[in-house]
């Protein structure tokens, strides 16, 4: 008997044709939340230094972006507005403004574009002069007085016409209290995307950069309120809770760095899981495609993927636009 090996996984691999009928998973246009950066003034498009590619769009820019991207078929798009510092104070009291710039965001673009959802991030730190997502008293960041501004930031939002409300603040109670509020307003169609498992990550740097909330936030961190990047079990227990809370969709964030916690909550939950890519996920394979170390395309879509076979339901990313173009043309 010559000592070949009976079993050559290979076999499946020698043809695109037997690659593409063993293979497991797949990135389409079905998987991507595009978030979008609105900024106000007339400047269609404003670029961010430490996000290559990414750029702060006008009201007008966001519309047509926003255009393109159903026409695309990307399901929907997650809001992000840049304040002018003028309109923030220590209370954050311009997140329940029906005039503030996201409120005018959704309503432009669920005015002129339909087929695609609109998400809107819950949390004060857009509006706060410190940067934080709740309400800062004596130095802390107060939980259940943050809920009351939650709830009145979330009605406002509804109100304006945003599908999806999304609280990425990481108060405790926030799921129940925004749920409540938002039936008894009349509100029960509006979808709770919960960023249940977020960390208190380094990755958000850009971020904070293109909202302008790192220079807000100082030398502050988010770890009272944010997760420790060293805690697994405990991302179960946000994303148990949030499901009690009213919870119809949880998210991972940030998102390849914490794939094992994708892979446990969808096992656990078995419910719609999203992953986000962060800021600084983004600019690391965009900033070294740049320099030309990397194949940006290429390891953008096997990050994708890697989402996908972690059992990611669908991922936010900066790159949906260019990804669902290039899904598109094969
Ligand atoms: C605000 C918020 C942050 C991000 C999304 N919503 C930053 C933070 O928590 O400081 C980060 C997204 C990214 O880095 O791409 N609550």
Redesign the pocket.
């Known amino acids: 008997m010559p000592a070949f090996p009976r079993t050559r996984l290979r076999r499946n691999r020698q043809t695109d044709w037997s690659r593409r009928l063993v293979r497991e998973n797949r990135v389409t246009v079905d998987d991507l939340i595009w ?1 979008v950066f609105v900024v106000n003034g007339d400047t269609p498009r404003v670029p961010i230094p430490s996000m290559p590619g990414v750029e702060r769009l006008s009201l007008s820019a966001l519309v047509d972006a926003a255009g393109q991207a159903a026409e695309l078929g990307i399901p929907a798009l997650a809001i ?1 507005p840049v304040i002018d510092p003028a309109h923030k104070t220590l209370d954050g009291a311009h997140a329940g403004d029906p005039d503030n710039l996201v409120c005018r965001a959704v309503r432009a673009v669920k005015a002129a574009v339909s087929d695609v959802g609109v998400i809107c ?1 819950v ?1 004060l ?2 509006f706060t002069t410190h ?1 934080q ?1 709740g309400l800062l008293v004596d130095g802390e960041i107060v939980n259940d007085p943050t809920l009351e501004a939650l709830a009145r930031q979330s009605l406002n939002q509804a109100a304006a016409g945003c599908d999806v409300i999304a609280p ?2 990481m108060m405790d109670g926030r799921i129940g209290f925004i749920r409540e509020a938002l039936d008894e307003a009349g509100y029960q169609r509006v979808q709770i995307l919960s ?1 249940a498992a ?1 960390y208190a ?1 380094a ?6 950069d293109a ?1 302008g ?1 790192r220079k807000a ?1 100082g030398g502050g961190d ?1 770890r009272t309120y ?1 997760m420790d990047p060293a805690n697994g079990d405990e991302a179960l227990r946000e994303v148990a809770l949030d499901i009690e809370e009213g919870a119809d969709m949880v998210m991972v ?2 998102g390849m760095p914490y794939l094992d916690i994708v892979r446990r909550v969808k096992e656990q939950f078995g419910l719609p899981t999203y992953a ?5 996920e ?1 600019s690391m394979l965009m900033g070294a495609a740049e320099r030309g170390w990397l194949d940006g395309p290429a390891v953008m879509l096997e990050s994708l993927l890697a989402f996908k076979r972690a059992g990611a339901d669908g991922v ?1 990313t ?1 790159a949906a636009v260019d990804v669902a173009r290039r899904l598109k043309a094969g």
Do not use: T
């Open positions: 978030p992000f991030d949390a730190d857009p940067g997502d990425s603040d960023y977020k990550s990755f958000y740097g850009p971020f904070r909202v909330s936030l988010k944010q964030k940030p986000y890519q962060v800021s600084g983004y936010l900066y």
